[in-house]
């Protein structure tokens, strides 16, 4: 994995700098393949930037509601208890994975932190139990579970296709494609099970065993965090103070999502980051710490925030201009019905490296590959998740999502890629073989 290894570190540049540059590679293509004039080119990027506001408000919250939630005191003594089961090194490892999978499954923002503390954790109690753990493993592990996070309940693409007025609607002839086509489809679910089963297997399989060269953990994993109270003076302070007030505001949400169901409600974008905030205003102990849960989890925001404008002028360009069409004509070319789903995985994999974020490769690519998908007749549901799972099959080696959880570890994209690697291989035969037999 060494040359793999320098190529991350040496030339591919953030996030952001790659939205940069496919600005301008889809301003190229549009006035080279279209009859669109610069100045039309300008109107449309310009007129779309602000196409998905509402969107991008919606991803940054599930991002910033699964940050907080992460760290709450309940669900930090939660990973504390979960780090004492593994009793062995291979468990350690496998266990990591599939808790962390489970977390992406969750909500994917929850997912990436979770990852990243339960390995710490796992790391500083199996030190303290005797085993020898290779720690760049544990962390790669954490990671890995979110290769399962877009065929969850937080799964930005199928809940953008259910939400009623999003900006995939016109691709879909103006009709939804509830989540239980998508997410919660049988096959889909099959999907992940078998996916979290088959890299379990892999990492197992590949995990350093006893006598091999392992870098341990050399820091503290039990950092104490500060709870945000302040000392209580005015009135003021005592309702700042008070679990009451957050206990009320959380079943008062409690109660509308029981009632939205209840009357017939779908699964939308929306709802899933209310359900999100009501589980934390139910755990958080007062506003005091709920407001400082909130400042921490808010730097992971602002570069995904700023990326969301340059992708909605990428799309505006692309609808503009005609390109999607072009692109939607060039695939079908290329496809049957029975391959489509494979090739719009491998497609939406290559995408993932110039647009990391989820949403925002839903905003590039959705409109593409719905419209080619629906010219070969192939059911939207398979397109929309061929295009999430090639979304987060790619992830695994593409090092923006796993800038958090390094963050938390205090490790290099490169010190996990060699193992992240074996999770991409293993997930991409699940992912390949789901999507050809749901398409014979």
Do not use: C
């Given at each position: 994995m060494?040359?793999?290894?320098?190529?991350?570190?040496?030339?591919?540049?953030?996030?952001?700098?790659?939205?940069?540059?496919?600005?301008?590679i889809v301003a190229i293509l549009g006035l080279?393949?279209?009859?669109?004039?610069?100045?039309?080119?300008?109107?449309?990027?310009?007129?779309g930037l602000a196409g998905l506001l509402a969107f991008m408000t919606q991803m940054a919250l599930i991002l910033l509601l699964g940050h907080i939630l992460a760290n709450t005191g309940p669900v930090r003594r939660l990973l504390a208890a979960l780090a004492s089961v593994p009793r062995t090194e291979l468990a350690a490892y496998v266990f990591?994975?599939?808790?962390?999978?489970?977390?992406?499954l969750i909500t994917w923002g929850l997912g990436l932190v979770v990852g990243g503390l339960l390995a710490r954790e796992v790391a500083h109690q199996g030190r303290e139990r005797g085993l020898t753990l290779h720690f760049p493993m544990l962390v790669a592990a954490g990671f890995g579970g979110f290769v399962v996070w877009h065929m969850g309940y937080s799964a930005s693409g199928p809940l953008t296709a259910a939400t009623e007025g999003s900006f995939l609607m016109d691709?879909?002839?103006?009709?939804?494609?509830?989540?239980?086509?998508?997410?919660?489809?049988?096959?889909?679910?099959?999907?992940?099970?078998?996916?979290?089963?088959?890299?379990?297997?892999?990492?197992?399989?590949?995990?350093?065993?006893?006598?091999?060269?392992?870098?341990?953990?050399?820091?503290?994993?039990?950092?104490?965090?500060?709870?945000?109270?302040?000392?209580?003076?005015?009135?003021?302070?005592?309702?700042?103070?008070?679990?009451?007030?957050?206990?009320?505001?959380?079943?008062?949400?409690?109660a509308y999502l029981v009632l939205h169901f209840s009357r017939g409600g779908t699964l939308t974008l929306d709802t899933v980051n209310w359900s999100f905030l009501?589980?934390?205003?139910?755990?958080?102990?007062?506003?005091?710490?709920?407001?400082?849960?909130?400042?921490?989890?808010?730097?992971?925001?602002?570069?995904?925030?700023?990326?969301?404008?340059?992708?909605?002028?990428?799309?505006?360009?692309?609808?503009?201009?005609?390109?999607?069409?072009?692109?939607?004509?060039?695939?079908?070319?290329?496809?049957?019905?029975?391959?489509?789903?494979?090739?719009?995985?491998?497609?939406?994999?290559?995408?993932?490296?110039?647009?990391?974020?989820?949403?925002?490769?839903?905003?590039?690519?959705?409109?593409?590959?719905?419209?080619?998908?629906?010219?070969?007749?192939?059911?939207?549901?398979?397109?929309?998740?061929?295009?999430?799972?090639?979304?987060?099959?790619?992830n695994m080696i593409q090092p923006f999502w796993a800038i958090p959880l390094l963050a938390i570890a205090g490790l290099k994209m490169r010190d996990i890629l060699g193992y992240t690697t074996i999770v991409l291989i293993a997930s991409g035969l699940v992912f390949g073989a789901t999507l050809v037999i749901v398409s014979l």
């Open positions: 060494r040359p793999l290894n320098n190529l991350v570190e040496r030339f591919i540049p953030s996030a952001l700098v790659f939205s940069i540059v496919l600005t301008f080279v393949l279209t009859p669109t004039s610069p100045a039309d080119l300008v109107v449309h990027w310009g007129d990591v994975f599939v808790v962390a999978a489970v977390a992406s691709s879909l002839g103006g009709q939804t494609v509830p989540m239980s086509q998508t997410v919660f489809s049988t096959w889909n679910m099959l999907a992940a099970l078998a996916t979290i089963i088959v890299v379990a297997l892999a990492l197992y399989l590949v995990a350093p065993r006893r006598g091999d060269r392992v870098a341990e953990l050399t820091i503290d994993a039990r950092e104490e965090l500060e709870d945000g109270q302040e000392e209580v003076v005015t009135p003021a302070d005592r309702l700042d103070a008070s679990r009451l007030v957050t206990l009320l505001t959380g079943l008062a949400l409690v009501a589980l934390i205003l139910l755990l958080v102990r007062n506003p005091f710490e709920l407001i400082h849960l909130t400042k921490n989890a808010a730097s992971n925001v602002g570069e995904i925030l700023l990326q969301f404008p340059l992708y909605a002028g990428i799309l505006g360009m692309m609808v503009g201009s005609g390109l999607v069409q072009i692109f939607s004509d060039a695939f079908v070319s290329i496809s049957t019905p029975t391959t489509f789903g494979l090739f719009a995985l491998l497609a939406a994999g290559l995408v993932n490296f110039f647009v990391p974020s989820g949403g925002g490769q839903f905003a590039v690519q959705g409109p593409i590959m719905l419209s080619a998908g629906a010219e070969l007749g192939v059911d939207p549901a398979i397109t929309i998740m061929a295009v999430s799972y090639g979304d987060q099959w790619t």
